[in-house]
């Protein structure tokens, strides 16, 4: 019962080279894939905050626009337009306190 044979080995070896060069391969090429992924959309959520058991902010972007959601499970959801998006603004929230 000898389960770990050369030819067997030598199969494990080829599949994991293989794995590890698609990685590397997408790895290198992630800002580009992401593109294409993702496409020319217009509309992307930018964060979202949860104010508590029901209610929920969102900041979303739209056509250079940051939009300010605020909703709740049982409510209306309020819509307000902050502008264009400023110089300063960042991707999502790292500077933010």
Do not use: Y
Not at 26 to 48: F, P, S, Y
Not at 78 to 91: A, E, I
């Amino acid at each position: 019962m000898d389960h770990l044979t050369p030819d067997r080995l030598l199969i494990v070896g080829l599949f994991l080279a293989v794995l590890l060069g698609l990685w590397a391969a997408v790895q290198r090429n992630r800002t580009g894939l992401a593109r294409r992924i993702t496409g020319d959309r217009r509309l992307r959520m930018v964060e979202t905050l949860t104010l508590g058991p029901e209610g929920r902010a969102l900041l979303l972007e739209a056509e250079g626009r940051s939009i300010l959601v605020l909703g709740g499970r049982r409510g209306t959801p309020c819509v307000l337009d902050l502008g264009p998006r400023g110089k300063g603004d960042t991707d999502g929230a790292e500077g933010a306190e």
